[in-house]
């Protein structure tokens, strides 16, 4: 993983916890609502974030993002969110969590 560019690395570990988050810990939950969806999701994020923190934190490293040059926090949190999006729209269809749900 040494000689991938810094966007791929970050797009492998964002892969990674989500695969992790849609396939194992959210599917095991007792009860699946949008709050319990969303505290979840909170977590998955940040353990995402502090993985990619601990790899480009304060190198210097700059990621392209649609033509723009940016850092790793907005390219990590731009890349899992478009990522998360289907997977969250999948995941609440599959289990009938309407966006309304707030229990």
């Known amino acids: 993983m040494q000689n991938l560019p810094p966007e791929t690395k970050i797009l492998i570990l964002n892969a990674a916890c989500l695969a992790v988050a849609y396939l194992g810990i959210y599917p095991s939950m007792?009860?699946?609502?949008l709050?319990?969806?969303?505290?979840?999701?909170?977590?998955v994020t940040l353990a995402a974030l502090?993985?990619?923190g601990a790899m480009f934190a304060g190198s210097g490293t700059r990621f392209w993002l649609l033509g723009f040059e940016v850092g790793w926090l907005a390219f990590s949190?731009?890349?899992?969110m478009a990522m998360?999006?289907?997977l969250t729209h999948w995941f609440m269809r599959r289990h009938g969590i309407a966006p309304e749900d707030k229990a």
């Open 84 to 86: 998360g999006y289907p």
């Open 35 to 43: 709050m319990r969806l969303a505290l979840a999701d909170l977590g």
């Open 50 to 52: 502090t993985a990619a």
């Open 30 to 33: 007792r009860q699946k609502t």
């Open 77 to 80: 949190i731009a890349t899992l």
